[in-house]
């Protein structure tokens, strides 16, 4: 379905946040019979509905905004409604047409677009290629779920967008090139289950995409994709790690090598997974990357780091302390325990209980030896989860400013201390990056003179 399909419909948006407020201006240009605007959230008022947005769309709040939903021809529903919303499960069972502005514009602008979704590593492989594309001379748009929503990007010849399993839903076109980072269980209570998140996921690839990248190294993306055709980065058959003309590691395409590991700035093993994709991806739109090599890795080593993903602030003490308060499942604190191997480790977890399963985390954790610092909610089960472990000392504290003053503490000298909590952020926080406030100002609060 695309935007001009919405001419002379009736038109309910549900949601006003920033993706309900861009499809509203955006479907109002294409003359729907009637548009109106539906948020049952509490926060509603906390962005003004006024001027054009209320002259094009009346916002109908409460109980009465699902007679609404329901009345409609077509439902626009922004990302944020969860698969699980009773209402959402309601009309589906009518039989209702709901769809999301992001599918909306992948109609018109698929085969110009490279999607990018993934459990982990999304955000910082999007804005890779974006990067790289730039750095080579390729134009291009970028927005997505870390940025712009879809329906307010500009007209142009290229995009990359970062999409998110809410985003992924309800396409029915794929992008040209479709790239999946990695997949393990997350968001289960907004989508209703494992598989149902899997499916959500893995929707991107359903309608014939020209070019599928993933990361090869992924286990549980291997078995779902089964024998389907996709370039598989970080395999030797694509881009991938391996011992260099130096005999340190290198980045290759194939066997060919393009640049040592250490230009890169970012930690961990997941990192250079991300970058391998990204090459697999520029090397699938035809850009040569032995020929573009070194342009290559002056554009990798300036690429900056995105904030609260392993993001390192500096201390007085000697101490690295790390907000990567985006971790938000177990297996991304996974990955991040592994970018600092080799260090004293003591690690703050704890967040909303969301009834994740902990035990890949202490099945990860057998035979590591660091401290484990849980704060709440999730907190005292996650700690509960790893009891038992002969070289993991735990400990509970009832709030992160806590957990920061006894990580100094315990932490030996030149360790490093890491948020990164397994879980979203939870009530005491409004959202990630309160968490981190929080968390640098602790660190600032509890630094020596």
């Known amino acids: 379905m695309r935007l001009s399909d919405l001419r002379g419909r009736k038109v309910a948006v549900w949601g006003a946040g920033r993706e309900g407020r861009a499809a509203v201006t955006a479907i109002a240009a294409h003359g729907p019979a009637d548009l109106v605007a539906v948020d049952d959230s509490a926060n509603f008022l906390s962005l003004p509905w006024d001027g054009p947005l209320a002259e094009a769309a009346p916002l109908v709040t409460g109980e009465e905004g699902f007679a609404r939903l329901a009345a409609a021809d077509v439902v626009v529903r922004s990302p944020g409604v969860p698969q699980t919303h009773p209402w959402l499960m309601e009309l589906r069972r009518q039989g209702a047409t709901v769809t999301q502005g992001t599918s909306l514009w992948m109609a018109d602008h698929g085969d110009r677009t490279i999607g990018v979704t993934g459990s982990k590593g999304k955000?910082?492989?999007?804005?890779?290629?974006?990067?790289?594309?730039?750095?080579?001379?390729?134009?291009?748009?970028?927005?997505?779920?870390?940025?712009?929503?879809?329906?307010?990007?500009?007209?142009?010849?290229?995009?990359?967008?970062?999409?998110?399993?809410?985003?992924?839903?309800?396409?029915?076109?794929?992008?040209?090139?479709?790239?999946?980072?990695?997949?393990?269980?997350?968001?289960?209570?907004?989508?209703?289950?494992?598989?149902?998140?899997?499916?959500?996921?893995?929707?991107?690839?359903?309608?014939?995409?020209?070019?599928?990248?993933?990361?090869?190294?992924?286990?549980?993306?291997?078995?779902?994709?089964?024998?389907?055709?996709?370039?598989?980065?970080?395999?030797?058959?694509?881009?991938?790690?391996?011992?260099?003309?130096?005999?340190?590691?290198?980045?290759?395409?194939?066997?060919?090598?393009?640049?040592?590991?250490?230009?890169?700035?970012?930690?961990?093993?997941?990192?250079?997974?991300?970058?391998?994709?990204?090459?697999?991806?520029?090397?699938?739109?035809?850009?040569?990357?032995?020929?573009?090599?070194?342009?290559?890795?002056?554009?990798?080593?300036?690429?900056?780091?995105?904030?609260?993903?392993?993001?390192?602030?500096?201390?007085?003490?000697?101490?690295?302390?790390?907000?990567?308060?985006?971790?938000?499942?177990?297996?991304?604190?996974?990955?991040?325990?592994?970018?600092?191997?080799?260090?004293?480790?003591?690690?703050?977890?704890?967040?909303?209980?969301?009834?994740?399963?902990?035990?890949?985390?202490?099945?990860?954790?057998?035979?590591?030896?660091?401290?484990?610092?849980?704060?709440?909610?999730?907190?005292?089960?996650?700690i509960e989860a790893l009891d038992g472990l002969p070289k993991v000392r735990t400990e509970l504290v009832d709030d992160l400013a806590d957990a920061v003053q006894l990580a100094r503490q315990v932490t030996p000298a030149g360790g490093v201390v890491l948020l990164s909590p397994a879980a979203p952020s939870y009530g005491r926080f409004r959202n990630f990056e309160h968490r981190s406030e929080v968390f640098a100002e602790a660190i600032r609060a509890t630094a020596p003179a």
Do not use: M
């Not at 014939?208 to 190294?217: E, I, L, M, S």
């Open 123 to 382: 955000s910082t492989t999007s804005s890779l290629i974006h990067h790289l594309l730039t750095a080579v001379d390729r134009p291009n748009v970028f927005g997505g779920n870390i940025g712009v929503p879809t329906l307010d990007l500009p007209e142009a010849d290229l995009y990359v967008l970062e999409l998110s399993s809410y985003q992924c839903s309800d396409l029915t076109d794929s992008p040209r090139v479709a790239v999946v980072t990695a997949l393990f269980p997350e968001h289960l209570d907004a989508h209703g289950g494992e598989r149902e998140y899997y499916r959500d996921k893995l929707n991107l690839l359903a309608y014939g995409p020209r070019t599928v990248v993933v990361n090869g190294a992924d286990p549980r993306l291997a078995f779902e994709l089964g024998d389907r055709a996709a370039v598989r980065a970080g395999t030797a058959d694509s881009v991938n790690v391996a011992a260099g003309p130096d005999g340190t590691q290198w980045f290759h395409r194939v066997d060919q090598p393009l640049f040592p590991r250490a230009v890169l700035p970012l930690v961990g093993r997941h990192n250079e997974g991300n970058l391998c994709v990204t090459l697999a991806v520029l090397d699938a739109l035809g850009i040569d990357l032995v020929e573009r090599k070194d342009a290559l890795a002056v554009a990798v080593a300036e690429f900056q780091g995105l904030a609260h993903r392993l993001t390192e602030i500096a201390d007085p003490s000697g101490l690295t302390f790390v907000d990567d308060t985006l971790a938000t499942s177990p297996y991304a604190a996974i990955h991040a325990i592994d970018a600092y191997d080799g260090r004293p480790l003591t690690v703050i977890v704890g967040g909303n209980d969301r009834g994740v399963d902990y035990t890949p985390l202490r099945e990860h954790l057998a035979e590591r030896e660091l401290t484990v610092i849980g704060i709440p909610d999730s907190g005292p089960r996650i």
